[in-house]
């Protein structure tokens, strides 16, 4: 990224007919089109593997090639990556040392927005030397001014008042105009928490990446004479991938390239997935309305997949009514049909695809061309074992892998704890989360008391009073002590098969589960996805035979669990030559692509989400996410679904998407299903079919959920109990686990609590 301190006088000099003829080789005649547009607006819809950046490299150097001052374009896009990648192919095609290399601005938005405000700090209402606070900084503020604001945050998360007030800045509402409109308690609650994060980043110096876009905006907008300035300084502005912008860079678009009308946008309707981010589909929809008499150029070619990958993509997202049609085609050739495979569960669906891989590999397509794509993080673990076990290299890309993931973290800190009682670094980790009112100052004087005394710091946590801990706090602390004292003696009595029912145990009586659920959105989809799968991995975890003969216990279960947890955290040592199979969301695979992509979890309610039932547009955007995953593939895409997956430790039955029927028949090969499974006559258990009909599907081994048994016959589901601690409840589930029974109860007075029924001594009320 080039920011110039000063400008050269000399405007760049027409190239010779040669050289601009040059730019134009090895183009598409539509692509030839979007280069050459000179002025006005222009709308490039480029479709997935169209060449856009090639497009955007070469319109850019033809404008520096036809006199265009180099310092008169901006071009934006959304990230660093692409950012350089453009700015590096630009520069290649220029002479070495032309000023056609001096002063050109290819940035991201929220860089180009922070050069803005520096350079016109006194007209934007900023200081010059503002620091940029990242989402950990934000997170910290929003804490302190919740508290300024008292904002209980028992019933306000930090991480979802943030995600409140990140929305009202990208609608560009201020801290003012936000209570202005707030209609119910909530609203105002927020409210008076986003006043007083302002007045703590006024006081610190520091804008949030909202701001950056949000401040920008607002100057230009109410500043005439700056706007007037910045539209001559830009008098070419492109902008990538512009079906993501929010209102805020649309607004910033309008204000700059508003009066000379040079503006050329590049982006595809049919792959915007970033909504609940603030993107909006509208400005790209209606960019022919906001700029009238704009041109518009479609890519339809696609460079990238085979005829059947396009095919099948082009046939779903057809289903689409808010899109603006392109035609979608290639000339790489037919290529294999899309693979739809349907496993009995979780397993045998990452076993399938583990050995679709090792396959793939055999037969030349290297590691590092092969992605695992899904819609929620959580759907990686199971893969990540199966992937383990074939010793297949792999990474996880854009997040952490499973076990790195902070609520992953803290409950698995709260098993390391009750497991080992003298382990401080976890104790340390979770003694205040969720929140009992320990904070720095009086967890450093427990700690002090701790190396005084030579003892742990869970020991050292019973003498909070002596260390000056408030009585309040002190009664809190107690009660954590005793939570932890008796998981320890259950661990030390329980079946060693008992393992994920006291997983889920620690879970919800730690009040992980509680805390997640004050999360919003896809965050706390993916925190309950996340903290239920560490539930189920308990519950796949079998105890190898100690070589000792000692019996098994539940204790010696929880700690082979973690040591292989451990064992997982720590690299592996792959040989980096050999390259990894990336494992990402779909979401992250954006822009990327791969010779093998297999997408996991092609159900209903995960693809498309439980949430897109809310509306039409919803659906919309979910259809256009499994569109964007397809076309990742080059030439083999799998799309797997399982019959049944365990969700919260349950086996539930699954649904295949509907997005798989709308995929057009001739451009499928459907796998482990049988012809009557397809046309609706049968469940997909293999009955149905015999003789040329049916598919050989050897993971096909469905069964039924389990039934309860023994005394969880005794508490049907609906019934209602008496415990001698929390009172009458009404149980809600019944979970086997082996030779040991859990039960989900909704009680009166303390809520949901995951009992095992061995040991909680229930009455029938």
């Not at 079906?243 to 049919?270: K, L, M, S, W, Y």
């Not at 409950?411 to 720095?440: F, H, T």
């Not at 430790?649 to 009557?676: C, D, K, Q, Y």
Request: hydrophobic content about 40%; aromatic content about 6%; some cysteine.
């Amino acid at each position: 990224m080039l920011f110039p301190e000063e400008i050269p006088e000399e405007p760049g000099a027409n190239a010779s007919a040669d050289a601009r003829d040059a730019l134009l080789d090895g183009l598409t005649e539509d692509q030839r089109a979007a280069v050459l547009h000179m002025d006005g607006p222009l709308l490039v819809l480029a479709g997935p593997g169209s060449g856009k950046t090639r497009v955007i490299t070469r319109r850019i150097a033809h404008l520096v090639a036809c006199g265009v001052p180099p310092w008169n374009i901006l071009a934006l896009t959304f990230t660093n990556k692409a950012a350089g990648e453009m700015k590096h192919r630009v520069e290649s095609m220029l002479p070495e040392g032309a000023v056609g290399r001096r002063g050109l601005v290819v940035s991201t938005f929220h860089a180009f927005c922070a050069m803005f405000l520096r350079r016109n700090a006194l007209e934007c209402g900023v200081d010059p030397d503002f620091a940029i606070y990242d989402a950990d900084d934000q997170k910290r503020a929003m804490k302190a001014a919740m508290a300024e604001a008292g904002l209980d945050d028992k019933n306000f998360q930090p991480s979802a008042v943030l995600s409140k007030v990140s929305a009202a800045k990208n609608q560009l509402l201020d801290a003012e105009s936000f209570r202005a409109q707030a209609s119910d308690y909530s609203a105002r609650q927020v409210a008076k928490a986003y006043e007083a994060y302002e007045a703590i980043l006024r006081r610190v110096k520091a804008l949030d990446f909202d701001d950056l876009l949000m401040r920008t905006a607002t100057a230009l907008g109410a500043d005439e004479g700056l706007r007037a300035r910045t539209a001559d300084r830009y008098r070419h502005v492109l902008i990538d991938e512009y079906q993501d912008t929010n209102r805020a860079q649309f607004t910033i678009a309008r204000h700059i390239a508003g009066a000379h009308r040079n503006i050329c946008v590049v982006g595809d309707p049919d792959q915007s997935i970033y909504r609940w981010r603030g993107a909006d589909i509208r400005n790209i929809l209606e960019f022919e309305e906001t700029f009238a008499g704009a041109r518009t150029v479609a890519l339809g070619e696609n460079f990238r997949s085979t005829s059947h990958v396009v095919g099948a993509a082009d046939g779903l997202i057809r289903h689409n009514k808010r899109r603006k049609a392109k035609p979608l085609y290639t000339n790489r050739g037919e290529g294999e049909r899309v693979r739809v495979a349907r496993a009995a569960d979780e397993h045998a669906e990452a076993t399938m695809v583990a050995d679709a891989i090792d396959q793939a590999q055999r037969e030349g397509i290297p590691f590092r061309e092969m992605a695992v794509l899904y819609r929620m993080n959580a759907l990686s673990r199971v893969v990540e074992d199966a992937l383990r076990r074939r010793s297949v290299p792999y990474r996880v890309v854009r997040g952490t892998a499973f076990y790195d993931r902070k609520e992953v973290k803290d409950l698995l800190a709260y098993m390391r704890l009750a497991a080992n009682p003298a382990d401080d670094v976890a104790c340390a980790r979770i003694v205040n989360v969720p929140a009992r009112g320990i904070g720095e100052s009086s967890l450093s004087r427990v700690e002090r008391t701790a190396v005084q005394r030579g003892m742990p710091l869970l020991g050292a946590l019973r003498l909070a009073r002596e260390a000056g801990v408030a009585d309040r706090t002190a009664r809190k602390v107690d009660d954590f002590c005793d939570m932890v004292a008796r998981w320890r003696g259950l661990l030390e009595s329980g079946a060693p098969d008992a393992l994920a029912a006291f997983a889920e145990m620690v879970l919800d009586e730690s009040g992980l589960r509680e805390f997640a659920d004050g999360t919003d959105g896809d965050e706390l989809d993916q925190r309950r996805l996340n903290l239920d799968e560490v539930v189920n991995a308990a519950g796949d975890f079998e105890l190898p035979e100690d070589p000792t003969g000692a019996p098994p216990t539940l204790l010696r279960a929880l700690q082979g669990f973690l040591q292989s947890v451990a064992l997982v955290a720590d690299s592996d040592a792959f040989d980096p030559e050999a390259g990894a199979v990336t494992l990402m969301t779909l979401h992250a695979a954006k822009g990327l692509e791969f010779d093998f992509v297999a997408m996991i979890g092609c159900e209903e309610g995960l693809l498309p989400h439980a949430r897109s039932r809310e509306g039409t547009d919803d659906v919309e955007e979910e259809r256009r996410l499994c569109f964007v995953g397809m076309t990742r593939g080059r030439a083999r895409l799998w799309m797997t679904h399982a019959a049944n997956r365990t969700v919260r430790g349950m086996r539930m039955g699954a649904m295949e998407s509907g997005f798989l029927r709308e995929i057009p028949e001739e451009h499928v090969e459907r796998t482990g299903v049988t012809r009557s499974w397809l046309e609706g006559g049968d469940d997909g258990s293999g009955d149905g079919g015999s003789g040329d009909d049916a598919v050989d599907a050897p993971w096909m081994d469905e069964f039924e959920p389990a039934r309860p048994k023994g005394l969880g016959a005794q508490f049907p589901v609906g019934c209602q109990v008496r415990h001698a601690l929390f009172g009458i409840g009404t149980v809600q589930a019944i979970l086997p686990r082996g030779s040991v029974t859990s039960v989900r109860v909704a009680f009166r007075t303390v809520g949901v609590k995951t009992l095992v029924l061995e040991y909680a001594k229930l009455v029938r009320a």
